[in-house]
Structure formats: C-alpha cells, structure tokens
C-alpha cells in the first residue's frame, strides 16, 4: 500500500505504471518473470530486491509517463495554507520535501541516470562528469551506522567515477552527520539559506525590465537555451536537457522558465510544485546581463505563476550571492542547507 499526499507525482507515476502494463502485457510479462527471478535469488534480501528491477521499472516508467492514454484528470496538488499558520519545522520540512523531489523526480524516468534509493540515502548518478547531476541526499540514519553508510556512498560513486556532492539539509539523520563527513573525507563546499516568500503578502506586481521576454521551455531548443545560460560544463548539460526534453509533459511538477533579450537566452528559473509549496530553483543570469534587473524580474515572474496557482509560500535555497536579492524581494530565513564533496584525490578526482 503507498500513502501520498493530494497532487504527490509519486501517485501519478504508479497509476501510469500499473495502466501501462495492463495494456502492453509483453512488458507485463518481461515485469513479472523479472519480479519472480529477483524473489527467488534475494529471498532474505530487499535492498538487492529492490535494486534489481530499477532499471526495468524506470524503461517502463518512462513509456508510461509518455503514454498518449496515460490517466490525466487527477487531483490538483494541495497548495497549503497561510504562512501565519505554518510552524518553522513544517517550513523547513516542507522546503527538504520540495528539494527532494526537484532533485530526483526526472531521473526516476531516464534509463541513463541510476536513481537508488534505499534505507539510509537517496543516490542520483547520471554518469556525467558534473556533480551538478550526480549528488547523495535524503540522509536518514544513526550515528552509530554513519561510518558504514557513508563508505558505502563513497565506494559506489569511486567504482562509478562519477564526481558528486552530498546534500545536508536541517532534518538529516544523524545531527552530527557533517561531523562524520569530514571525518571520512569531505569538506563543506558551499551553504545555502532556506528562505521563504508569504505570496498572500504579495501584491502580485511584476516589473519587467525593457526587451525581457520570459517564456516556458517546453522542447528541445528552449530546454538547451535553459541550460546554457549558466553552465560548469556545456557538454554535459546539452546532454542532460537532451534526456529531459524527450520526457517532459505538461503533468509534471516540474516548470522551466527562460527569459530572452533579441533572442538571446539570458536568464533562467525553475519551479517545482510539491510539498504545498512552490520551489523556485536554479535562477541564474549571464554574467553579461547581470545587475540589469532579469534575475528580480524572473523570480517575480515565477512568484507571480506560483500565486496564481493557489499557493500561500514559495521557497528556495540561496548561495550566497543571491541572497541579498531575495531578502531585498521579501524572503525570510528558516534554515541552511549544506553541500558537501570528497577533498581531491580522495577517490573520484584523477
């Protein structure tokens, strides 16, 4: 039995799952013969289980996701209520929520990323040679069993030769889990502040700077102008919205946003709708276009569709050269998030 929340996309992905091989009963078949292997050689093993058949439910997701019979008219996500009436905690708990789904509700379809999750940790891998798309989240362990857990995410990603990042949010398990990072080989990399936006305090005005158009990226090309508007390392980029643009359906939780100037990409946000709230994310400007008013202008713009959706908060997380934008916007601080990364030629680094 699964238990989600009103709008949880994790509702729409097993409904798409069990009609997709309802009707298709070649995949039902490879599913189930697949299903009865992995009992047989795993018996007393879940973790194993599980991992067997991921690749073959994400192939299967994917269809599904894309499937022109898939079910559509399902509950609107619950949008929250005042933010008056939310605790901190639930704030925070809310903003981890949100982050967790921005972070790993594509991979669940793309055969080309590994998406584990298991006791203790979610783990993305897309194999790429950026940690933008390779990162270890959701940490939910003791401090007793910290040294196990985290030699296990760092052996997977050394054997993988991937380089990654690990997320820290305020609810992780164990407390002490930064303690533990450093003592096994990480360094803190970077702090974000979780920030929060009251949207019924809003008065909705958007001020958009002369020339700007902002428009949804729906397909390959708009997806391309989002990711290079600010990229580590293009390639890899390309090639990570090349796999998104062949999934992307106008269901998901998920929105890119791309402003232009005479054509030319320069600015970029996403939106995440989860966790009765709205996560604005990823808002990046070309260092030539900066300081002229298109990121205040984005982030408005994405605010302004959040409202209009019925939402009561949007959220973030800011580096630290956003933040004063956002204070000077109207958020207020709940929390930090922390990232963390293996010192160099401590496993991943050549």
């Not at 989600?4 to 039902?28: L, S, T």
């Not at 936006?197 to 902002?214: C, E, K, M, N, R």
């Not at 949804?216 to 989002?226: G, N, P, S, V």
Request: glycine share 6%; hydrophobic share 35%; net charge neutral.
């Amino acid at each position: 039995m699964h238990v989600c929340e009103r709008g949880d996309p994790q509702i729409d992905r097993h409904v798409n799952f069990r009609d997709y091989v309802i009707a298709h009963q070649d995949d039902a078949k490879r599913y189930a013969e697949l299903k009865i292997k992995l009992a047989e050689q795993f018996s007393e093993d879940i973790s194993s289980y599980v991992f067997g058949k991921d690749k073959l439910v994400q192939e299967i997701d994917a269809k599904a996701k894309i499937w022109p019979k898939r079910k559509k008219d399902y509950l609107s996500p619950h949008t929250g209520v005042f933010a008056r009436e939310w605790s901190k905690e639930k704030l925070i708990k809310a903003i981890e929520a949100n982050l967790n789904v921005h972070m790993t509700y594509f991979a669940q379809y793309l055969n080309q990323v590994d998406l584990i999750r298991v006791p203790g940790f979610t783990i993305v891998n897309s194999s790429l040679p950026d940690d933008t798309f390779n990162y270890v989240l959701d940490a939910d362990f003791s401090s007793n069993d910290a040294n196990k857990k985290i030699k296990q995410v760092t052996d997977y990603f050394i054997r993988k030769k991937s380089p990654f990042s690990w997320w820290l949010g305020p609810y992780d398990k164990p407390a002490d889990l930064a303690n533990h990072l450093e003592k096994n080989g990480y360094m803190n990399t970077e702090n974000n502040v979780a920030m929060y936006f009251d949207l019924d305090a809003w008065d909705g005005h958007v001020t958009t700077p002369s020339g700007l158009q902002i428009i949804q990226a729906k397909d390959e090309q708009t997806l391309q102008d989002f990711a290079l508007v600010l990229a580590s390392d293009e390639t890899s980029f390309k090639k990570y919205f090349s796999w998104i643009a062949k999934i992307l359906t106008d269901d998901d939780p998920i929105e890119y946003y791309v402003g232009y100037i005479n054509g030319k990409p320069v600015v970029r946000g996403l939106s995440c709708y989860f966790a009765q709230v709205a996560g604005l994310h990823w808002l990046s400007t070309i260092p030539s276009e900066r300081r002229k008013g298109h990121g205040q202008a984005m982030q408005a713009y994405r605010l302004k569709r959040a409202k209009e959706r019925g939402y009561h908060i949007a959220v973030l997380q800011a580096s630290q050269e956003g933040h004063s934008l956002y204070k000077k916007i109207g958020y207020n601080e709940c929390g930090t998030f922390k990232e963390f990364k293996l010192r160099k030629n401590n496993g991943t680094e050549k």
